[in-house]
């Protein structure tokens, strides 16, 4: 799990549930797995768009033109 560790991570969540109390915590912790889940898709759309970009380039240098 890196170099935080079990202990860590324990120690990290109960200063987040003192600190934010136990009602906002859960709040938080959606807003941010819909953060992480919208970079990811972002991050893939990115990533297929690039590929996409490199495969027309490649059938263009190549004479296979297709549009």
């Given at each position: 799990?890196?170099?935080?560790?079990?202990?860590?991570?324990?120690?990290?969540?109960?200063?987040?549930?003192?600190?934010?109390?136990?009602?906002?915590?859960?709040?938080?912790?959606?807003?941010a797995?819909?953060?992480?889940?919208?970079?990811?898709?972002?991050?893939?759309?990115?990533t297929d768009?690039?590929?996409?970009?490199?495969?027309?380039?490649?059938?263009?240098?190549?004479?296979?033109?297709?549009?």
């Open positions: 799990m890196g170099p935080i560790g079990i202990p860590g991570l324990i120690l990290i969540l109960i200063i987040a549930l003192v600190i934010f109390g136990p009602k906002k915590l859960p709040e938080i912790g959606k807003a797995g819909q953060t992480l889940r919208e970079f990811k898709n972002s991050t893939k759309d990115l768009d690039v590929t996409d970009e490199i495969k027309d380039t490649k059938d263009i240098v190549q004479g296979k033109n297709n549009k």
